[in-house]
């Protein structure tokens, strides 16, 4: 799949990285994953993916403060995040907003196909 949009997938919780890394797969998308926040800056900065899923709760760098580099970042600031994370709280929303995520997914109200619907809707408008 040479067209193929690449998504870098940040989240700690092995069986939601590897049920979402398949789920993507089967969706077109190429994909790449990280385990943590340290991680996920140093693919990102190799990668440069079309997209990044990122998690808030992850070892080493937290999701704030990945967003918080990425948009400190003249080469990674353009790249569209949406947050997948199990912090519904209104303030962590709008946190994560205020710090450049373009969308924010509570994982357990939204199914792996409601998930792929946002990823290409931000993708659309990009």
């Known amino acids: 799949?040479?067209?193929a949009k690449k998504i870098l997938l940040a989240e700690d919780d092995v069986f939601i990285l590897e049920i979402m890394a398949e789920k993507l797969k089967k969706s077109g998308f190429e994909v790449s994953i990280a385990k943590?926040?340290?991680d996920c800056i140093q693919v990102l900065t190799s990668l440069?993916?079309?997209i990044l899923l990122l998690d808030i709760l992850m070892p080493q760098i937290d999701g704030f403060e990945?967003?918080?580099?990425m948009k400190a970042s003249e080469s990674l600031s353009h790249i569209p995040v949406?947050?997948?994370s199990n912090?519904?709280?209104k303030e962590e929303i709008q946190k994560a907003l205020d710090l450049g995520a373009k969308d924010y997914?509570?994982?357990a109200n939204f199914t792996t196909n409601e998930i792929v619907e946002k990823i290409n809707?931000?993708?659309k408008n990009v």
């Open 1 to 3: 799949m040479a067209n």
């Open 36 to 38: 943590d926040g340290e």
């Open 48 to 50: 440069r993916p079309d």
């Open 66 to 69: 990945v967003l918080r580099r």
């Open 82 to 84: 949406v947050v997948l």
């Open 87 to 89: 912090l519904g709280q």
């Open 105 to 107: 997914v509570v994982k």
């Open 121 to 123: 809707a931000v993708l």
